[in-house]
């Protein structure tokens, strides 16, 4: 099979990758364009476990470049596209809308545009929980409406969605719209609350924490969401559809703290700062689709996973000290 993965150096997308090469039949094409939104130099150590695979062709480039997209397509004969490229930040997104345009609307829509012209069996439009947007009820399911989403980041990724669907409405484009619930475990992105937490408990500094810590999460571990994309590459029945991929068991964001003060032994100095705007007060994934399309059933608790992420953490800032 011949997967194109985009945003391949990023944090799910490296791993996806690794994944995916344990198959014997994997020719895989890991796009990414390392830009500057968090140090390219851990995009690098992302890859650095297949980058010389032979099965594995390295590209940099923005999938942006629609001509480019289409020559890639026709070259490796891609088969299967999983779309985790993008610009990923919601705090960012409020002071920074532009990035979020051009790359999440119009990047995707040049990948669409190229997958139109050479038919794929599959499109994987990775989206975002934050599609559901003020006054979603909870859990979420994903054919209730959604409401309007509460930043710049949320606004992109509906917008993605509704040109995926669309392509897949006029030129049956197979898109399934993918919705990731809060994924975290090792290479986790260094602009996320768990990562910056871990950073300033053990760096013994002020936690930052914005409004009281009753912000709820639906925690994903990352293999358990990538189980639900490789399930979604061949399920039957979820082409056009938009599939939640969470843990449907959300945590306080005060809890997170515990958390991660109980696994690193060490107790969190936390500074409280005004709410932010932007945020959710909670998400929560419905499952019972994708249990239905894709028998996805996450397996790894919340601190079983922190535990995960948090070693991880400890030598990776040991290796980039
Ligand atoms: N991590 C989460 O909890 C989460 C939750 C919901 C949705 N998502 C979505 O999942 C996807 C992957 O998220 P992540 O956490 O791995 O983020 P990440 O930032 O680690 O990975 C995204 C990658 O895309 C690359 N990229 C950005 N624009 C590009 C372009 N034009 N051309 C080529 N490469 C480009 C970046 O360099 C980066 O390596 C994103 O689309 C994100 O919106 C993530």
């Not at 390392?34 to 062709?57: I, Q």
């Not at 843990?247 to 060490?266: F, N, S």
Request: with cysteine; glycine share 8%; charged share 25%.
């Amino acid at each position: 099979m011949a997967v194109l993965v985009t945003g391949g150096a990023g944090f799910i997308g490296s791993r996806l990758i690794e994944r995916l090469l344990r198959r014997d039949d994997a020719q895989i094409v890991c796009l990414d364009n390392y830009n500057d939104y968090y140090a390219p130099a851990l995009k690098h150590a992302n890859v650095a476990g297949f980058e010389t695979d032979p099965r594995v062709r390295m590209v940099e480039c923005s999938f942006g470049d629609a001509a480019a997209m289409r020559r890639l397509f026709d070259e490796a004969e891609i088969e299967f596209v999983v779309h985790l490229g993008g610009y990923a930040g919601v705090r960012y997104s409020l002071e920074n809308p532009f990035p979020y345009v051009e790359h999440n609307v119009g990047g995707t829509t040049s990948l669409l545009e190229a997958a139109r012209h050479h038919s794929v069996r599959r499109f994987l439009l990775i989206s975002s929980s934050t599609v559901y947007g003020r006054y979603a009820v909870a859990p979420f399911q994903e054919d209730a409406p959604l409401g309007v989403p509460l930043s710049p980041y949320g606004a992109s990724k509906r917008a993605a969605e509704l040109m995926g669907f669309t392509y897949h409405d006029l030129y049956r484009v197979p898109v399934v719209c993918i919705r990731p619930f809060s994924i975290f475990g090792p290479r986790l992105r260094p602009d996320l609350a768990l990562s910056i937490f871990a950073a300033a408990i053990l760096d013994g500094k002020r936690l930052p924490l914005f409004g009281d810590g009753s912000i709820r999460r639906d925690f994903t571990y990352i293999d358990d969401f990538c189980d639900g994309l490789e399930s979604a590459l061949t399920a039957d029945g979820v082409v056009g559809e938009a599939v939640n991929l969470g843990h449907d068991e959300p945590i306080a964001v005060r809890q997170v703290i515990t958390t991660l003060e109980e696994v690193l032994g060490k107790k969190a100095e936390v500074e409280r700062l005004p709410e932010k705007p932007g945020e959710m007060p909670v998400t929560h994934a419905d499952l019972a689709k994708a249990k239905r399309l894709l028998g996805y059933r996450p397996k790894t608790s919340f601190v079983d996973g922190v535990r995960r992420f948090c070693d991880w953490f400890i030598a990776s800032r040991a290796a980039h000290q």
